[in-house]
């Protein structure tokens, strides 16, 4: 009397409904068990038989709890205590609700954001339990790999047999693709040149040039700007003074005995033009 006072007073959790999604039908199993240990193991086993029926709620089990109930009443079935209870449970959705529940989450798993590492790794776990094996096993990992890798495992030439191959092969591609990936965000960084500027290039008489339009800077000198490097452009030295506008010994002067009042700006003379 004294321990099922004790008993009554201690705090203990009932179990989560029944309803098959249950990851794993030996928690609920386990949960009412303790609670029926510790309070109501003076309650006959009809009444602990219905206890744990209550909790048998939606779905598929609801209409094998209604099902179950009709037995009994008729006498077509037997279950004489909450022990029996348990064992046709797991008979009736333990083994068949974690295949089906491995099989969809076969289906579903996805690679994403994670390397193939790790996708392999949750695909192996899950794989165990499922009844897949062979072919269709090796199109639902393919499936779930993230396309740029899986349009790679279809151009190989050679086609593997074994989802073990399948799964090395695909691992091989993704950490390839990220190195390189890498790689290029790395040399980006390298090769970039702040704000666009052109870097300067060997020019004539031991110079650099560089800039836009053709400016020209004189490593030994002071920098001029305006200049330009077409044909007819102003020509400096070293120190970077303006020598003039070379003049070709050999041309002719077409406008001489032209112009009247004009000034020659090779002579300095009147009447006519060099």
């Known amino acids: 009397m004294l321990l099922q006072q004790q008993r009554s007073r201690v705090k203990v959790a009932r179990p989560q409904v029944f309803n098959r999604r249950i990851k794993d039908v030996s928690t609920f199993i386990n949960a009412a068990c303790i609670y029926i240990r510790m309070k109501m193991t003076e309650e006959a086993a009809t009444t602990q038989v219905a206890w744990v029926l209550s909790y048998v709620q939606g779905g598929i089990v609801e209409a094998w709890k209604d099902n179950l109930m009709d037995e009994l009443a008729k006498g077509e079935s037997e279950i004489e205590s909450v022990e029996q209870l348990f064992t046709k449970i797991r008979n009736d959705f333990g083994e068949t609700s974690e295949e089906e529940r491995k099989i969809e989450q076969l289906q579903t798993i996805e690679q994403g954001g994670r390397t193939c590492d790790e996708y392999v790794q949750e695909f192996k776990k899950v794989t165990r339990g499922s009844g897949y094996e062979g072919r269709p096993l090796i199109e639902e990992f393919k499936r779930g790999l993230n396309r740029a890798i899986r349009r790679k495992l279809a151009e190989a030439e050679e086609l593997l047999s074994t989802i073990g191959k399948w799964q090395e092969r695909a691992v091989r591609l993704d950490r390839n693709q990220r190195q390189?990936?890498?790689?290029?965000?790395?040399?980006?960084?390298?090769?970039?040149?702040?704000?666009?500027?052109?870097?300067?290039?060997?020019?004539?008489?031991?110079?650099?040039?560089?800039?836009?339009?053709?400016?020209?800077?004189?490593?030994?000198?002071?920098?001029?700007?305006?200049?330009?490097?077409?044909?007819?452009?102003?020509?400096?030295?070293?120190?970077?003074?303006?020598?003039?506008?070379?003049?070709?010994?050999?041309?002719?002067?077409?406008?001489?005995?032209?112009g009247g009042n004009r000034t020659c700006y090779h002579c300095g003379k009147f009447g006519h033009m060099a």
């Open 180 to 258: 390189s990936r890498a790689e290029e965000r790395m040399l980006g960084r390298n090769t970039a040149c702040p704000g666009g500027n052109v870097q300067p290039r060997e020019g004539f008489e031991g110079g650099s040039y560089g800039g836009k339009g053709g400016q020209i800077t004189w490593q030994a000198g002071v920098p001029h700007t305006g200049g330009n490097r077409g044909g007819g452009g102003n020509i400096f030295n070293r120190g970077g003074n303006q020598t003039g506008p070379r003049r070709d010994p050999n041309a002719m002067d077409i406008d001489r005995g032209r």
